[in-house]
């Protein structure tokens, strides 16, 4: 009698077993397939990264000059513009240390790059290089295939909507939902319609430009400066080593942005560039910061970002430049 008491104690286990991992499928399968569907909206998504991965994709092998750096970079060459076959890494928040990977780690698909455009801000070495957590290292991941999280990365690491949820929701909502879509990408993933900012909604005004919020960084930190500039040679003798050329390059900037910088913090980014020039025979500098003559206030999104319009004056001046240096061969 026992042994059948404990069978049937074993069976009535195995069927509450059972019961329990059905309604756990029963709950997770439709979370799971929803997600997925989520997932499979963003990808096709119209981002500067999926057109850019076509791009390697299809012209990798081909690619000369490669530019990098911030939203300031991602706004100011449009590749359409360049004789060479020119690839814009450029993107949002995007600091040295993910430019780094990012050239290290495709440099297998881009094996015939002669030059890079590496942006220098003026406040570059005093912000904070991107963190392991970055959200954008999961885009890194997907489409180019760049580990920047300092560790062994795992299948969520590719999941795009969890990097950042808020952000997502509102590229869903505004694409598939109120069709407020106007991003007009090229075939090298550069925005062709990206006017919208303050200063087209001041209307180009020069009466009220002044009164215009604009956001510099004012802060020093001699700590970062250590930090950065350091590993900006690192940088530089990995280019070095691999017979790169290389254009250190300040961006066009309004004149109030200008007239709000924190001197000590561009004398010490300045000294750099001087340090830089004259260590690597490689290494070219090109100034556009205070180039106030040629880029005018309709040529800007908001005080430190080129529209369309500045960026085919920038990109155009930035191909003159490279090939009066015989950089791209």
Same mark, same amino acid.
């Given at each position: 009698?026992?042994?059948?008491?404990?069978?049937?104690?074993?069976?009535?286990?195995?069927?509450?077993?059972?019961?329990?991992?059905?309604?756990?499928?029963?709950?997770?399968?439709?979370?799971?397939?929803?997600?997925?569907?989520?997932?499979?909206?963003?990808?096709?998504?119209?981002?500067?990264?999926?057109?850019?991965?076509?791009?390697?994709?299809?012209?990798?092998?081909?690619?000369?000059?490669?530019?990098?750096?911030?939203?300031?970079?991602?706004?100011?060459?449009?590749?359409?513009?360049?004789?060479?076959?020119?690839?814009?890494?450029?993107?949002?928040?995007?600091?040295?240390?993910?430019?780094?990977?990012?050239?290290?780690?495709?440099?297998?698909?881009?094996?015939?790059?002669?030059?890079?455009?590496?942006?220098?801000?003026?406040?570059?070495?005093?912000?904070?290089?991107?963190?392991?957590?970055?959200?954008?290292?999961?885009?890194?991941?997907?489409?180019?295939?760049?580990?920047?999280?300092?560790?062994?990365?795992?299948?969520?690491?590719?999941?795009?909507?969890?990097?950042?949820?808020?952000?997502?929701?509102?590229?869903?909502?505004?694409?598939?939902?109120?069709?407020?879509?106007?991003?007009?990408?090229?075939?090298?993933?550069?925005?062709?319609?990206?006017?919208?900012?303050?200063?087209?909604?001041?209307?180009?005004?020069?009466?009220?430009?002044?009164?215009?919020?604009?956001?510099?960084?004012?802060?020093?930190?001699?700590?970062?400066? $250590?930090?950065?500039?350091?590993?900006? =040679?690192?940088?530089? %003798? #990995?280019?070095?080593? +691999? *017979?790169? /050329?290389?254009?250190?390059?300040?961006?066009?900037?309004?004149?109030?942005?200008?007239?709000?910088?924190?001197?000590?913090?561009?004398?010490?980014?300045?000294?750099?560039?001087?340090?830089?020039?004259?260590?690597?025979?490689?290494?070219?500098?090109?100034? $556009?910061?205070?180039?106030?003559?040629? =880029?005018?206030?309709? %040529? #800007?999104?908001?005080? +430190? *970002?080129? /529209?369309?319009?500045?960026?085919?004056?920038?990109?155009?001046?930035?191909?003159?430049?490279?090939?009066?240096?015989?950089?791209?061969?």
């Amino acid at each position: 009698m026992q042994d059948r008491k404990k069978s049937s104690s074993i069976f009535n286990f195995n069927k509450k077993q059972q019961s329990f991992f059905k309604s756990v499928l029963v709950f997770f399968i439709p979370v799971v397939a929803a997600y997925t569907f989520v997932e499979v909206l963003v990808s096709q998504l119209p981002f500067q990264y999926t057109i850019i991965a076509d791009y390697i994709a299809s012209e990798g092998s081909k690619i000369d000059i490669i530019t990098t750096g911030s939203s300031q970079m991602k706004c100011a060459v449009n590749p359409a513009f360049m004789k060479e076959p020119t690839l814009n890494f450029g993107s949002t928040s995007q600091h040295h240390n993910t430019d780094y990977a990012i050239i290290t780690q495709t440099h297998d698909k881009l094996k015939n790059v002669k030059c890079l455009v590496l942006e220098v801000s003026y406040s570059h070495f005093e912000l904070p290089h991107n963190a392991p957590t970055f959200w954008k290292n999961n885009v890194y991941l997907k489409y180019y295939d760049v580990n920047n999280f300092d560790r062994t990365t795992y299948f969520k690491d590719k999941l795009i909507f969890l990097s950042r949820p808020d952000i997502y929701t509102k590229e869903l909502t505004n694409h598939y939902l109120k069709k407020k879509t106007t991003s007009q990408f090229n075939r090298f993933g550069f925005d062709e319609n990206n006017y919208n900012g303050s200063f087209k909604k001041s209307n180009y005004d020069e009466a009220k430009i002044p009164t215009v919020s604009s956001e510099i960084n004012t802060s020093e930190s001699l700590q970062l400066f $250590k930090h950065n500039t350091a590993f900006f =040679f690192t940088f530089l %003798d #990995y280019l070095e080593a +691999n *017979h790169i /050329n290389v254009v250190l390059t300040s961006l066009p900037m309004h004149k109030y942005y200008l007239r709000d910088r924190n001197e000590n913090i561009l004398h010490r980014r300045d000294s750099i560039l001087k340090v830089a020039s004259e260590r690597y025979k490689n290494v070219h500098i090109f100034r $556009k910061e205070e180039d106030t003559l040629h =880029f005018k206030t309709s %040529d #800007y999104i908001n005080h +430190n *970002h080129l /529209n369309p319009d500045g960026a085919k004056r920038y990109t155009e001046m930035l191909d003159t430049f490279i090939e009066a240096n015989h950089l791209q061969q």
